[in-house]
């Protein structure tokens, strides 16, 4: 995206006080924003406006493509000349998103992977201000282009990949939809998980609760999910597992494990309250946990630009192999039993 020019769009001007007014201006399209709809060009583009004042605009005809006037469905093309017209960007309560980098596993022109923290969020909205995304573009005011390629929960940590051009976030999205990547995540249960390797296919519906939240449920028509878990170690009560995504749905492996008797250590939507209550005390059975016990530690996939297959790792994070340490310490394991009611039998919904 280059800026050719700018017609004149006036300014306001005070004793002492200048204050510039947008002005009109003139965007040549490049590549990384070839066939983007100009509505999402100019959401991006003019951040801090409200979506409807962008729409307006765009009604109106005062956005040009080519001197010519387009509606909110145009696709763009490289070569280009958009006319973004004078917008006033709202001054009160505005935000200020600090910058922000994050450990980097790989990074080159067309990607780049980070080891994104549990209880960051990928982007804002929904009562976060701002998450990774916004963080990442506030650091790098020079990337013409940083989008998100998949997301993680807020409080699940590990890799997480951005697109640093539309080409590579194309190119991912359809290796995504094939089913051609590999995503492995280190997630700890509690129960008594008994199988070397176990397939659980159970379908998942999305629906938002009383309180606004988004939340996923096991039903029957809800979208197929499939999920493989591959037993790594056992801790007295607990266990370190290995998941595979053969589908990748909202808060599949949460509620895949939950549904079968297998909550997750920290999870605070779907996991066992009490047990999470426990865990966060100094002085219960166990280690303390304050987190979500789950981590995208590996991702195999086609590189967008050479088609090299690559394969990236994110170590567990320091707060997890304290919590593993103290699980293997043999004070600990002498006192491991657990709050009563969990049998850790699977509840025969699953497909084996």
Known sequence: MK?????????AAGNGSTSLLPQVKLVTIGEEDTGQRIDNFLLRMLKGVPKSHVYRVLRSGEVRVNRGRVDQTYRLLEGDVVRVPPVRLPQRDEKIVPGAEFRILFEDEHLLVIDKPAGIAVHGGSGVSYGVIEQLRASRPQAKFLELVHRLDRETSGILMLAKKRSALTSLHEQMREGTTDKRYLVLVHG???NARQHVRLPLYKYTGPDGERRV??????APCHTVF???RKYGPFALLEAELKT???????????SSGFPIPGDDKYGDFALNKMLQKANGPYGVLKRMFLHAHQITFAHPATSEQMTLNAPLPPECLRFLE???????AAQAGGPAGHTGKMNGKEAI
């Open 248 to 258: 990748g749905r909202t808060h599949q492996i949460r509620v895949h494990l939950a």
């Open 3 to 11: 800026e050719l020019a700018s017609d004149s769009g006036g300014n």
């Open 230 to 232: 591959s037993l790594l």
């Open 326 to 332: 103290s699980l293997d310490d043999g004070r600990r």
């Open 217 to 222: 449920r096991v039903q029957a028509d809800g």
């Open 192 to 194: 008594d998980w008994r």
